[in-house]
């Protein structure tokens, strides 16, 4: 038998798993952890991956009911239902989560803490009644979030995405998101705000941006009923796309005036002050938009 808090090694040789064990640290020798590997395992409560492990493959964690902590550095992709239904998992540490499965963690009531600062891809249904989640921060490599992937996480408040249209793909993503009120903007959207030459656009375009955490309050979530998606969804995606809108307007008169006021300096200096001292410090700093095509 193994003493209290001593890891087993997995190997991925295992045909079946000791049901005496409780902590498993994943054997050098794998990259990817296989289907179904750990599949309703009653007493598992701890998982560590070296940073070698980069795939979690489908089911491989499904319905442990002790699972509380997992931690994955070098993990890239967790594949469909990995954790489905590991209701006691409260944290998992990742850094280099680039995709989330279908219904990866569909019905962990307990998760509350996940690092999605690398995510790229959230599946349908990826968080699924999450309802211990308050908080979610994307990074700007994210590009889409699929079908009710935070559906009925009825405890989320705030989430935070880059500046891009099409990441928000169907309109129950947020269904039942009762209290999420707030969304912030990840990247350097402030800083090319703070940038542009009128104080009249600097606050359009901060009453623009904040516009969404005024009009969520009073949002439809949604319900259970068939086609009650809410309205959350559709308002996040219009606001984006009127963000978008103005800030890429602004910007555009903002070349506009200092080409204007560059070729008026250049008729009235030589031309090699103009370009040496002067041009330099008219421009905008620079920002990557994502646009509608």
């Not at 490599?141 to 989430?159: P, Q, Y």
């Not at 940038?195 to 359009?204: D, Y």
Request: proline share 4%; net charge negative.
């Amino acid at each position: 038998m193994m003493a209290a808090g001593e890891y087993y090694i997995f190997t991925g040789r295992e045909v079946v798993l000791p049901r005496h064990v409780t902590h498993v640290r994943i054997d050098k020798s794998l990259t990817v952890i296989p289907a179904r590997a750990f599949h309703a395992h009653p007493n598992i409560t701890e998982l560590v991956c070296h940073d070698g492990v980069k795939k979690v493959e489908e089911w491989a964690f499904d319905q442990c009911p002790s699972l509380r902590r997992v931690i994955m550095p070098g993990v890239k992709e967790v594949e469909e239902n990995v954790f489905y239904e590991c209701k006691a998992l409260m944290d998992v540490e990742c850094g280099k989560l680039e995709i989330i499965g279908e219904g990866a963690f569909d019905h962990c009531y307990s998760l509350r803490s996940i690092d999605l600062s690398s995510v790229m891809t959230v599946e349908e249904l990826a968080f699924y009644y999450c309802r211990s989640l308050t908080n979610i921060k994307f990074g700007d490599k994210l590009e889409s979030i699929g079908a009710g992937a935070f559906r009925n996480c009825t405890s989320l408040e705030r989430i935070t995405i880059p500046l891009k249209d099409g990441m928000i793909t169907d309109n129950d993503i947020f269904r039942g998101c009762e209290k999420m009120k707030h969304v912030d903007l990840v990247g350097g959207v402030h800083e090319t705000i703070a940038a542009l030459l009128l104080e009249g656009w600097k606050n359009v375009m901060s009453e623009e941006i904040d516009a969404i955490n005024q009009i969520l309050p009073t949002t439809p979530a949604g319900g259970n009923r068939y086609l009650e998606f809410g309205e959350i969804a559709q308002a996040v995606r219009l606001w984006i796309r009127s963000v978008l809108r103005n800030i890429i307007d602004y910007i555009a008169q903002h070349h506009r005036y200092l080409n204007e006021a560059a070729n008026t300096l250049q008729l009235a200096l030589p031309s090699d002050i103009v370009f040496k001292n002067v041009l330099p410090f008219l421009e905008l700093p620079s920002y990557t938009f994502h646009g509608e095509d």
